[in-house]
Structures are given as C-alpha cells and as structure tokens.
C-alpha cells in the first residue's frame, strides 16, 4: 500500500514538473510575441512619423 502511494506521489511530481516545464514555456513565447509586436509597432510608428 505505502509503495504504490509513493510509487504515485512521484509519478506526479514528475508530471507537476513537465507541466510546470511546458507552463515556463508557453509564458516566455508569450512574452516574446508581445515584445516583437510592441518593437513592430515602434518601429512602424516611427518610419511613419519620419515620412511625414
């Protein structure tokens, strides 16, 4: 009985691991998607500002 609960306690701390893995990843894509499209619209707006 107290194997398989240990057995379990660590099979979900390796999924609490992997999820918590894929959860860093997805928020730095995040980040880096909305640093790119603030930079693109700095960008944007200041080659506009310089035709003008």
Sequence with gaps: MAVS???NGVA???V???NAR??????VS???VMIT???SGFFY???HQQAL
């Excluded at 894929?22 to 928020?27: D, W």
């Design 5 to 7: 609960e240990q057995e």
């Design 16 to 18: 609490r691991r992997s």
């Design 12 to 14: 979900l701390a390796g």
């Design 45 to 47: 707006t200041n080659t």
């Design 22 to 27: 894929h959860r860093l990843a997805a928020q």
């Design 37 to 39: 499209i603030v930079l």
């Design 30 to 32: 995040l980040i880096v």
